[in-house]
T-cell receptor, first 113, second 116 residues
Framework: GNSVTQMEGPVTLSEEAFLTINCTYTATGYPSLFWYVQYPGEGLQLLLKATKADDKGSNKGFEATYRKETTSFHLEKGSVQVSDSAVYFCALSDWGTGNQFYFGTGTSLTVIP | DAGVTQSPTHLIKTRGQHVTLRCSPISGHKSVSWYQQVLGQGPQFIFQYYEKEERGRGNFPDRFSARQFPNYSSELNVNALLLGDSALYLC???????????????FGSGTRLTVV
């Protein structure tokens, strides 16, 4: 079946530190991979995506590369800001096996000045 | 352009009651999906509708039902509420059921349901 596993949180970093949030997946087909971000009291916002192996998604300084050989899609940012504090969700969509997204459990990030 | 709008934003219900949650997708979007997000967890798929037809159903009991209207807005209904139904209910829309695989969904801010 399809599933997503994210690193456990919470993660606390100082401003300008390097961020990595690990994500691995299991899929029966050829999934598209996504990172969503959720700010307190809000819904989910699409952060970036990759639709095939070796694609790199990027947005707002965040990057993630679709690695089929390691079934991973790790989120990275070179220098985090206080405004990046949020919960980050890794997700996959496998068009071949149904009309739904599979989400990880989320990783809470707090950036301190 | 308005994004995905959900109503109400917060709701408190008693066990055994019924609840209706509403969602208006982005103008032009024909696909609406519903997700349940329990505190501290990732969203779980409940339903997807496209062109007023159910196109997907997650592993939820029959107490959960939904429908989509001709204007593509949608309702999620939950009967015989249980304490465990307390969650953030998210609605998401996309252009069509194929695009959501490539471009992802646009989510609303959700309805926070508390069952007491």
């Amino acid at each position: 079946g399809n599933s997503v596993t994210q690193m456990e949180g919470p993660v606390t970093l100082s401003e300008e530190a390097f961020l990595t949030i690990n994500c691995t997946y299991t899929a029966t087909g050829y999934p598209s991979l996504f990172w969503y971000v959720q700010y307190p009291g809000e819904g989910l916002q699409l952060l970036l995506k990759a639709t095939k192996a070796d694609d790199k998604g990027s947005n707002k300084g965040f990057e993630a590369t679709y690695r089929k050989e390691t079934t991973s899609f790790h989120l990275e940012k070179g220098s985090v800001q206080v405004s990046d504090s949020a919960v980050y969700f890794c997700a996959l969509s496998d068009w071949g096996t149904g009309n739904q997204f599979y989400f990880g459990t989320g990783t809470s990030l707090t950036v301190i000045p | 352009d308005a994004g995905v709008t959900q109503s109400p934003t917060h709701l408190i219900k008693t066990r055994g009651q019924h609840v209706t949650l509403r969602c208006s997708p982005i103008s032009g979007h024909k696909s609406v999906s519903w997700y349940q997000q329990v505190l501290g967890q990732g969203p779980q798929f409940i339903f997807q509708y496209y062109e007023k037809e159910e196109r997907g159903r997650g592993n939820f009991p029959d107490r959960f039902s939904a429908r989509q209207f001709p204007n593509y807005s949608s309702e999620l209904n939950v009967n015989a509420l249980l304490l465990g139904d307390s969650a953030l209910y998210l609605c998401a829309s996309s252009d069509n059921i194929r695009d959501r695989g490539l471009y992802g969904y646009t989510f609303g801010s959700g309805t926070r349901l508390t069952v007491v």
